[in-house]
């Protein structure tokens, strides 16, 4: 506790360069009063990664964009102005496209092919050109309230402005920091005392815009990176993660309390099992997809996890007589050791929220997003392709039952909507307003975006082929 106070009291002095001409101490300006009522959720800003930024589907678009949960809050609490980057349609997919030049959109599901595929592609010219519009808001001239990054590691937090500067070379940072827009210089650090930060990083934007309430949701990409991969290797330490953390939460706790003058509220969530999401599937579900045991076995023994893209393994005809590879499968203790991981970066999470809040800089809450998803029904959490059998093929059923997007990680319009209410839960607990929930039943998903039905559903569960097994798992490597 001694540490993270003394690391709040010097980041005044850290902090002048970005925020010249702020400071409450400041005679040239008014006393700074902390706003009341409304006035409370006149600046919300959000912090994450792809679950903040409105990912859904392997890709960032309008679609999932307009449903992401800060933007849901934004509309409950009223704030009328909050800007996220809108994608226009066919959103920038996680993909590489075979041809130079180009990107794949979103996924989507063709109910007349009975597979998944891209929604569309586009040249990466016109996507990076402001006069095409396709980036929307690419030269608004100030910060994005919604500032999650598809991609986004921890450590990409304070560190990152743009792709080169991230540590997984992310280009989701280029249109979202927008580094070569405002310019980008590195804070430095004092040793012992504050981590450096640049001043294009998703943190400085956060403190530059000056919010009273701010969420934060990250961490998720540390665990399933290596998760995805099948391993339970590559995951960021324990130590390392809880210095990062402590640093993020309390910097932006003192450097939010610089620029406004008053101590801000910040939520965080923590983070979910992987057991809670269908992109990880169990042996018994493996062998109903592929209808019947794969006879060759597993490289791993004990296996307890497959990954979902273990079913596009099992469709290639090339594979007939191989034994599953160990990538698509996760064994019974590396299932425990990333639980492990998963638990203790949790503790993590509540222990530096507890200090922050004590330290006075800040009032910090936490959300339990892992509690909630592990509570989700079967069917809730169960991949909609999976889905269809069981409901002879009505797309319309499948897609309500489930609460994940076709990339079996990220959620959909339903989903986000179940974690927007979570944070407005927290937000009503620590602040003592009456921020009405969201409407759920209003968020429809509708996996085929208008793709017209021609020929039947099929019932059958459908191929995945090798392009989508890599886009539901490409912005993780």
Not at 133 to 149: A, E, F, I, R, S
Not at 150 to 161: Q, R, S, T
Not at 212 to 217: Q, R
Not at 284 to 300: H, K, L, M, N, Q
Request: aromatic fraction near 8%; charged fraction near 10%; include cysteine.
């Amino acid at each position: 506790m001694k540490k993270l106070i003394t690391l709040l009291t010097i980041l005044p002095v850290l902090l002048a360069l970005l925020l010249a001409g702020c400071s409450p101490d400041d005679p040239s300006h008014p006393t700074i009063v902390a706003p009341t009522g409304t006035q409370l959720f006149a600046n919300y800003v959000a912090m994450g990664n792809s679950l903040t930024s409105g990912f859904m589907d392997s890709g960032l678009s309008v679609d999932g964009q307009i449903n992401s949960y800060p933007r849901l809050i934004s509309k409950q609490i009223g704030f009328s102005g909050f800007t996220q980057p809108r994608v226009s349609l066919p959103g920038v997919g996680s993909t590489t496209h075979p041809t130079p030049g180009m990107i794949y959109g979103v996924l989507h599901w063709n109910p007349n092919l009975g597979t998944i595929m891209p929604l569309g592609q586009a040249h990466l010219e016109d996507v990076i050109n402001p006069a095409t519009g396709y980036l929307q808001d690419l030269t608004q001239p100030t910060p994005y309230h919604n500032l999650g990054v598809p991609g986004a590691l921890l450590h990409d937090v304070m560190n990152a402005y743009d792709a080169a500067s991230s540590v997984r070379s992310v280009p989701f940072f280029d249109f979202i920091n927008r580094a070569s827009f405002f310019g980008n210089s590195e804070v430095p650090a004092v040793p012992d005392l504050s981590p450096a930060y640049q001043s294009a990083s998703m943190f400085a934007q956060t403190v530059a815009k000056g919010s009273s309430l701010v969420t934060l949701w990250i961490g998720n990409n540390d665990i399933l990176g290596s998760a995805t991969s099948g391993t339970d290797q590559g995951m960021t330490p324990a130590n390392v993660f809880q210095a990062e953390y402590t640093a993020l939460v309390g910097t932006l706790a003192g450097g939010l309390l610089q620029r406004t003058g008053f101590p801000a509220t910040i939520v965080l969530a923590n983070i979910p099992s992987i057991t809670s999401i269908p992109y990880f599937i169990t042996e018994a579900t493996f062998e109903a997809a592929i209808e019947g045991s794969w006879p060759w076995g597993y490289e791993e023994s004990n296996v307890s996890l497959l990954t979902f893209t273990a079913l596009s393994w099992a469709s290639d005809a090339a594979n007939l007589g191989s034994p599953v590879p160990a990538n698509y499968t996760l064994t019974t203790s590396e299932v425990t050791n990333i639980e492990t991981a998963v638990a203790t970066y949790n503790g993590i999470i509540d222990g530096v929220a507890a200090a922050v809040t004590a330290s006075g800089y800040a009032s910090v809450g936490v959300v339990d997003a892992n509690a909630a998803m592990t509570g989700l029904t079967v069917p809730e959490k169960t991949h909609f392709m999976l889905l269809l059998p069981q409901t002879m093929g009505n797309i319309e059923a499948a897609a309500a039952m489930t609460r994940f997007s076709l990339d079996g990680v990220h959620p959909n319009n339903h989903g986000y909507g179940i974690i927007a209410n979570l944070f407005i839960a927290k937000i009503n607990e620590m602040l003592g307003t009456e921020v009405p929930e969201v409407d759920l039943a209003s968020l429809v998903w509708d996996p085929t975006y208008g793709v017209e039905v021609i020929v039947p559903a099929k019932t059958a569960s459908p191929v995945l082929s090798p392009a989508v097994a890599e886009a539901m798992t490409a912005i993780f490597k």
